[in-house]
């Protein structure tokens, strides 16, 4: 239980000593910016879920066809909405964590404005057709570029914090949020820029190493510093195990990296490397026990906080779908299951449960929590709040879950060779049809969500009625 205190600090509205340093303008720009794009990616992603419905939908007009729509939903929800979540929340916790203000302000809103430019010029370029073609990399190389040069301002800023900080033990959070920088690095450049020097088998292998470690050594480590500040902090209750964060992190950054190449099992790469792939997938078991251990050990005879405590319902729910994420890829990285589950609609289903079912909750959560303190108001509605999360959930539940089982059919009736492609496609329209009112669900989420956070901030005025005990996590 060493390196977290729990402390009673002030009200949310209160302006204490140790908050009062924090300005939040940097936290700010980028939370609300990519609450404002969740939304918008998310009429997106339900028009390509209608669209595997009714598939003449919007079919002659050619920047809302599929393979214009598809690369825009996915590099909209990771680059447009997740990931600038995260950075808000970095913004937010990383001075904390530290017991100093953000080393800079100005540089943290300069690199709020460029995110934003290259989300703006990601929305035009995408469906007027500018793409590379590679999975999760499709971004014209100056977008590239851009992203480049804001991602040096981030680790610049965070870094710099760091280093000017009172408090010299430093909390696993930080841990996470520094790796994700240097992770980050690695795995954009390889994916973005190596590939450019490739072709063939090599080239694909390194894009499938960029995919998987976008979610695994990006999404990941800053989705986890998240998780390691906000469940303690929402609960008041201390991390159950300091040392055990330590095991999950080293274990993380030590198995990852290895496991992108069970994408490509059963295809033109070498079996020695498909074997890698696999039993470093599997390894995977190990930090993913150790996170998922450490925060149930740290609800212990905290549960029914779940009944009232909106963030924390997020959060722990965001927790179990780590967990099955990530049993789910050790297992379809074994080539019996991978035989059949491959290319499938269970792929989607996995990915969705990782990004929208875990990461996403996190964000969230931490929204949630964060926003009113920044604004030093009370969150506009908890009613709203407790409904975002059941819309979350419910539709979530209904879209991973039918994925899974349509993909596992789906995939056996491509391994049947008497049964013709096109009979597969239609055999697939219940799925589809799920599919989409579950994401119905979901936009009711976003929208809900969307709606009580700008609520929140026009009302910010308001008084608290009464105070409340907050957890402080300190290094």
């Not at 995919?211 to 902090?233: D, Q």
């Not at 390894?283 to 150790?290: A, E, H, Q």
């Not at 579950?438 to 009464?466: C, D, E, H, K, W």
């Amino acid at each position: 239980m060493s390196g977290v205190q729990v402390t009673r600090a002030t009200p949310i509205g209160a302006v204490p000593l140790a908050e009062s340093i924090h300005e939040d303008t940097t936290a700010k720009w980028f939370l609300l910016s990519s609450v404002a794009y969740f939304f918008v990616v998310g009429i997106i992603a339900l028009t390509i879920a209608a669209k595997f419905v009714w598939p003449q939908l919007l079919g002659t007009v050619p920047y809302l066809s599929y393979g214009r729509l598809r690369p825009l939903h996915v590099n909209g929800m990771l680059f447009g909405w997740l990931l600038p979540a995260d950075l808000g929340l970095a913004y937010y916790i990383v001075p904390r964590l530290c017991g100093v203000k953000l080393w800079s302000e100005k540089l943290g809103i300069a690199t709020a404005a460029l995110w934003n430019v290259i989300v703006l010029g990601a929305v035009y370029a995408l469906p007027a057709g500018y793409n590379k073609g590679w999975e999760y990399a499709e971004l014209p190389m100056p977008l590239v570029a851009l992203v480049v040069v804001a991602w040096v301002m981030f680790g610049i800023n965070i870094f710099a914090t760091v280093a000017t900080r009172k408090y010299q033990q430093m909390y696993v959070s930080l841990w996470y949020t520094m790796a994700t920088i240097l992770w980050t690095t690695f795995v954009y450049s390889t994916g973005n820029i190596a590939v450019l020097f490739t072709t063939g088998t090599n080239q694909a292998n390194l894009n499938w190493m960029y995919v998987h470690n976008a979610v695994g050594l990006i999404f990941t480590p800053i989705g986890l510093a998240m998780a390691y500040y906000f469940i303690p902090k929402t609960s008041n209750t201390p991390l159950y195990s300091h040392k055990l964060s330590m095991i999950g992190f080293w274990s993380l950054a030590f198995v990852y990296v290895w496991t992108g190449a069970h994408h490509m099992l059963h295809g033109p790469i070498s079996q020695w490397l498909q074997t890698i792939a696999i039993a470093f997938s599997v390894m995977l078991l190990i930090p993913v026990w150790t996170v998922v251990y450490n925060f149930f050990a740290t609800m212990k005879g905290q549960w029914h906080q779940l009944r009232d405590n909106v963030p924390l319902k997020f959060l722990m729910s965001g927790v179990v779908f780590y967990l099955l994420t990530c049993f789910q890829g050790p297992m379809h990285s074994l080539r019996s299951v991978n035989a059949i589950v491959s290319k499938t609609d269970w792929i989607p289903g996995h990915a969705h449960m990782a990004v929208l079912g875990c990461f996403s909750f996190f964000a969230i959560a931490g929204c949630y929590y964060v926003i009113p303190r920044m604004f030093r108001t009370q969150l506009h509605s908890e009613a709203l709040a407790n409904w975002t999360f059941w819309f979350f959930m419910v539709g979530g539940l209904g879209f991973f879950v039918t994925l899974w089982l349509g993909g596992f059919w789906q995939g056996w009736q491509w391994n049947n060779p008497s049964i013709p492609f096109i009979d597969t496609v239609v055999a697939l329209k219940p799925v589809w049809t799920v599919r989409f009112f579950s994401g119905v669900l979901m936009f009711l989420g976003i929208a809900t969500f969307l709606f009580n956070i700008l609520a929140t901030v026009v009302g910010r005025g308001q008084a608290v009625a009464s105070p409340k005990p907050v957890a402080a996590v300190t290094a």
